[in-house]
Structure formats: C-alpha cells, structure tokens
C-alpha cells in the first residue's frame, strides 16, 4: 500500500452558473500518475465524472468548435 496526496481545485459555481445555488461546487482532483483528472459537481443534479487529458483536450476542441459555429450562426 502506498499513502500520497492528490492535487485538487475547487470553487463555487454561483460565479459561473446561473442555475447554481448557493453552496453548488465543482472540484477537480488529478490522478496520481498524472494521466487524467476526476472531476464532482455537486449542485441540483450531482455528477462525477473520469477523463483522461486526451479526452479533455478533444473536449475542449469539439466546445470551441462549437461555439465558433455558434457566434457564426450555423447549425
């Protein structure tokens, strides 16, 4: 058996949520080996989720691909 810390980060999603409550959070926690991250949304629907930092990277292209379409006007 091996005891380690993990890096987290967290914060209210009041700031960034409008459909957030009061003491709503996100809070993203990297895997020991460095290759992804978990990640806990606790507000009206609480959500856990695992990803890799390949999936987040194609994540973060697809939502800005997205986006561009979106300010673009198309579908």
């Known amino acids: 058996m091996e005891k ?3 890096k987290s980060i ?3 999603l009041k700031k960034f949520c409008h459909f957030s409550n009061e003491n709503d959070f996100i809070e993203a926690t990297e ?3 460095g290759e992804g991250f978990d990640v806990e949304i606790s507000s009206v629907l609480h959500q856990r ?3 890799t930092y390949g999936e ?3 994540l973060k292209k ?3 691909n997205l986006e561009k379409n979106d300010k673009q006007g198309t579908k």
Do not use: G, L, V
Request: hydrophobic share 45%; charged share 30%; proline share 0%.
């Open 4 to 6: 380690y810390n993990r």
């Open 10 to 12: 967290f914060t209210e």
């Open 31 to 33: 895997w020991k080996n």
């Open 49 to 51: 989720f695992h990803m």
């Open 56 to 58: 987040f990277k194609a």
């Open 62 to 64: 697809i939502m800005k």
